[in-house]
């Protein structure tokens, strides 16, 4: 027999599910701490935090907060709300419906986040602390109470696992810390929410406004900060605080009442995404917002090649070339080969169709292939079709695709007489050109939301999880797994297409280089799969915010530099180590990834 | 006497009793060098219980296989209902014969629900475009299946648990859920391999119910089992295949009373020792590369 056969000993036998905070704090203490220095937090931002308005967004004015201050006041009133609500203040409590310490901590945390990098910020720009006003100090002073009173209170202790004494002191380390690392999450750990009520349908959908008013507002905030301090802070404020409603149970609740009402909810969801150039006094960031919609629709299209029939590809943003160099073709551009202006409808035609072709005749003779070999084809078509079209250019192959150069000067698009180069004006906003192509982009994004929708939740939809899910059963169920593959590759590819023929007109040229397989500016092939597959695969919105996301953070912080592959990286490395289903979970995938915890056991169709 | 497979109705595969389902004749398989199955006959009538016996690695489950379409037999066809097998499992699922797994193969993140309707594949014709377009045609074949999975999930019991992810169920559950998933593509033929591995005595019993209501239904089973009191319950008719060669047929008792089955499954007295056949066959497979995974003459040597 073995030594491993003696009884394991319980190192310093602490009480079962003994709960209890740091530093021995008492409870009220440590609430009432969290809860004032919430308050507090609000309180600093209406003063002032620098002298001098060298620093970006105008620190220096007494009783009207600006720039990163509204973000702690947004993080600090969280806090305070959170706070009180854990005392069980009568109509607060609504907020928290799944206990209200994990999500007091996680406000805490993004109160204390943003106020500190401020400070940091203004006291690392302006060289020395001695740039902080009162104010300052007392926003970093308050958050840091805030953070400290959060972090004390009690919290349900996870019991060590038992250790062998005689295992080495290295596997006592790794012991101890894991059981570290047990106490870290069971501190931030919150409850199961309860079940939202009936309401009355009108309420609910007026929740369903507000919650998508509240999206567009955060959404719009983000794009336009105009400065990278700010954006940094927005998000510190935005991770944080999304993390403490999640806990608070809010979003468990906002989505228990988005699923009943799904319809209005993706129709609202367009109708704010409508709302966004309306917001914006000019084009500037109308601009990123129709690159993101790109960006995001292709993502969405790879999502039912990924996502729902588990076919890896990695040279899909080659289908958005296709696309874009069909309609460009067919655009009247000086530079195409073929003196042709066909109507947009009729581009839009050509370049789907275009892409379907080559969906299919990629597809063809790969899609016997299992997992990794599809990989690698679709790896070499991608480079291949870059290729290509970088030699078709009259020298080494036949005159298509003008080389390096590209396909220049594609003119505006004009549908019934709407011009989308000029400006227009509706209702005293103006409409300018990128804003023109966000309304037309947002259609094709519809499209595509649809497509995705209706063949995922029907017989072919069914027929492409099966076959990801098991290839051999699937087939004895009567699944044609090459024709459903097959044709999930080729709905797949065509909706790329699609989005590649309004790609082509926004972007005036079409050249190989912008369909790498990875570059640092999306989209390409790798971070469109990374959209994906951070966003949450298989789901409609998962894909929309990753790509957001994966779109944003490179082009808002510029400072990165040649850093900013490695910094993707690395978050990418984390999410999937603490997130793996990524931050929009489908039920599904929630429940093979979190097996043994807070999954549910029953699958209601609010899938995506 | 030819019936549609695709009538619908309380048993939409079935066909008139008597009347020949599945016809094997003379099938052989050979991979590369070794012969998994030779020369196999088995006949299963519509409304019959079949079983297949054998010891381990007797080629069960290839011949198995054989009948599904997985493999192409080297020798010898598979008739079902008169018409040659297509060489593909999906097809041979459209044609009529649905099968379960040895190791239960469910799609584990679908419903319960979704998992029956996923065996409706080859009942139902939506392709992609009527499921974008979303036609009353759509809506009534989805109702129409929906509602057909859910009559077959209280055929097994499974109603309460529709919703449920498959791979949450518990392991009998699991089983039954395999058979309505097969059960859902309307077959006149019903395959079950093992149906009850791993099972305590309650749940084969309540399986044992489930065959026989299914065969009532006017869908013919041919069922492969090592729980023997099971089989011969169950049977109308058991064959039992020993180094991939059949020994006999019959009923329960004629396969009960034969001492080559005794001897295949529970060995020959050690007195008698392993024949001089035995020994020889034993020596083959050990001179050959890959030595089949017989276990009969092993096992007589074990005991």
New interface residues.
């Given amino acids: 027999m073995t030594t491993q056969t003696t009884a394991p000993e319980t190192p310093s036998a602490p009480v079962a599910g003994r709960t209890s905070g740091a530093l021995g704090m008492p409870a009220p203490v440590a609430r009432a701490l969290a809860t004032g220095g919430g308050v507090l937090s609000v309180v600093s931002t209406f003063l002032a935090w620098t002298w001098t308005s060298e620093f970006p967004g105008d620190l220096t004015v007494y009783g009207y907060p600006g720039g990163l201050q509204v973000l702690v006041l947004i993080a600090g009133a969280l806090t305070a709300l959170f706070g009180l609500s854990s005392y069980g203040v009568k109509g607060l409590t609504g907020l928290t419906p799944a206990g209200g310490d994990g999500a007091l901590r996680f406000a805490s945390l993004a109160a204390f986040g943003t106020a500190w990098y401020t400070v940091i910020a203004i006291s690392s720009t302006l060289g020395g602390v001695v740039n902080l006003e009162p104010g300052g100090y007392l926003a970093a002073a308050a958050s840091l109470i805030a953070v400290l009173g959060a972090h004390t209170l009690p919290f349900e202790r996870p019991e060590p696992d038992p250790l062998d004494p005689d295992e080495s002191a290295w596997e006592h380390i790794k012991h101890r810390l894991a059981h570290g690392w047990q106490t870290v999450k069971a501190s931030y750990a919150g409850g199961t929410p309860r079940p939202v009520g009936a309401l009355p349908s009108y309420a609910e959908i007026l929740i369903i406004v507000a919650i998508l008013a509240l999206g567009l507002t955060v959404f719009t905030y983000g794009i336009g900060t105009s400065y990278d301090e700010l954006f940094i802070g927005f998000l510190i404020t935005a991770g944080f605080g999304f993390a403490a409603l999640n806990k608070a149970g809010l979003v468990a609740q906002a989505s228990q009442i988005t699923a009943r009402h799904q319809n209005i909810t993706m129709v609202g969801a367009f109708v704010a995404a409508a709302l966004f150039p309306f917001t914006q006094t000019d084009d500037q960031y109308a601009t990123v917002g129709v690159y993101i919609l790109i960006f995001a629709t292709v993502a969405l299209g790879l999502n039912i090649v990924v996502g729902l029939a588990g076919l890896l590809d990695l040279g899909y943003v080659a289908f958005l070339g296709v696309g874009a160099y069909a309609a460009a073709l067919v655009s009247g551009s000086p530079s195409s080969p073929f003196d042709v202006h066909f109507p947009f409808w009729a581009a839009v035609l050509v370049g789907a169709a275009a892409s379907l072709v080559f969906g299919v005749l990629i597809g063809a003779p790969t899609l016997r292939l299992r997992g990794d070999y599809l990989a690698i084809v679709t790896l070499g078509f991608g480079e291949i079709f870059r290729i290509t079209a970088n030699n078709l250019d009259g020298t080494s192959g036949p005159d298509l695709t003008n080389g390096s150069n590209g396909i220049a000067s594609i003119p505006n698009l004009d549908i019934l007489g709407f011009d989308f180069g000029a400006q227009h004006d509706v209702g005293g906003f103006t409409i300018g050109r990128f804003a023109n192509y966000f309304f037309l982009m947002l259609i094709i994004t519809a499209v595509v939301v649809l497509v995705f929708r209706r063949s995922g939740d029907s017989r072919i939809g069914r027929a492409w999880v099966a076959i990801r899910e098991d290839e051999t059963a699937a087939h004895a169920m009567g699944i044609n797994g090459f024709r459903v593959k097959l044709i999930a590759f080729a709905v797949g590819a065509s909706l790329a297409g699609l989005a590649g023929t309004v790609q082509a007109h926004v972007t005036y040229t079409v050249t190989p280089e912008q369909y790498l397989f990875a570059g640092p500016i999306p989209p390409n092939s790798a971070f469109l799969l990374a959209a994906v597959v951070l966003g949450g695969m298989g789901t409609i919105s998962g894909p929309l915010i990753g790509a957001s996301l994966l779109f944003l953070i490179p082009n808002k912080l510029q400072f990165l530099g040649d850093y900013q592959l490695l910094a993707f990286g690395v978050a990418l490395i984390l999410l999937m180590r603490f997130r793996p289903e990524g931050l929009i979970p489908n039920r599904r995938r929630q429940l093979e990834f979190h097996e043994e915890a807070e999954a549910p056991a029953v699958l209601t169709k609010a899938g995506a | 006497m030819t019936t549609d497979t695709t009538t619908r109705g309380a048993a939409p595969g079935a066909s008139a009793p008597g009347e020949a389902v599945l016809d094997a004749r003379g099938v052989t398989m050979r991979f590369g060098g070794l012969t998994a199955v030779r020369n196999v006959d088995l006949t299963v009538n519509s409304g019959e219980i079949v079983g297949l016996i054998g010891p381990n690695g007797a080629g069960k489950t290839t011949f198995f296989n054989c009948l599904?379409g997985?493999y192409v037999p080297t020798e010898g066809e598979v008739r079902y209902k008169g018409a040659v097998l297509p060489p593909?499992?999906?097809?041979v699922?459209?044609a009529g014969i649905?099968?379960t797994?040895q190791n239960i193969?469910?799609?584990?993140?679908?419903?319960v629900l979704?998992n029956v309707?996923?065996?409706?594949?080859?009942r139902?014709k939506?392709?992609?475009w009527?499921?974008?377009l979303?036609g009353p045609g759509?809506h009534r074949?989805?109702a129409a299946?929906r509602a057909r999975a859910m009559e077959l999930l209280r055929f097994v019991g499974l109603d309460g648990k529709a919703?449920?992810?498959a791979?949450?169920l518990p392991y009998g559950e699991q089983r039954k859920l395999e058979i309505a998933?097969a059960l859902a593509?309307e077959p006149g033929l019903l395959l079950l391999d093992e149906p009850t591995a791993g099972m305590n005595p309650q749940e084969t019993r309540a399986t044992e119910e489930l065959v026989f209501a299914i065969r009532d239904q006017g869908i013919a089973v041919l069922v492969i089992e090592h729980d023997m009191r099971f089989i011969f319950n169950l049977c109308d008719r058991v064959a039992v295949l020993v180094q991939g060669e059949k020994l006999v047929e019959g009923d329960s008792a004629t396969v009960q009373g034969d001492e080559r089955v005794v001897a295949a499954y529970l060995g020959e007295p050690f007195e008698n020792a392993p024949g001089a056949e035995e020994v020889a066959e034993v020596e083959a497979a050990e001179a050959h590369a890959d030595t089949p995974q017989d276990a009969a003459p092993g096992k007589e040597n074990d005991r």
């Fill in positions: 599904t997985l593909k499992s999906f097809k699922t459209a649905a099968r797994f193969r469910l799609f584990a993140n679908m419903t979704e309707l996923v065996g409706r594949h080859t139902t939506e392709g992609l009527s499921a974008l979303r759509f074949a989805e299946s919703e449920h992810l791979r949450n998933r593509s």
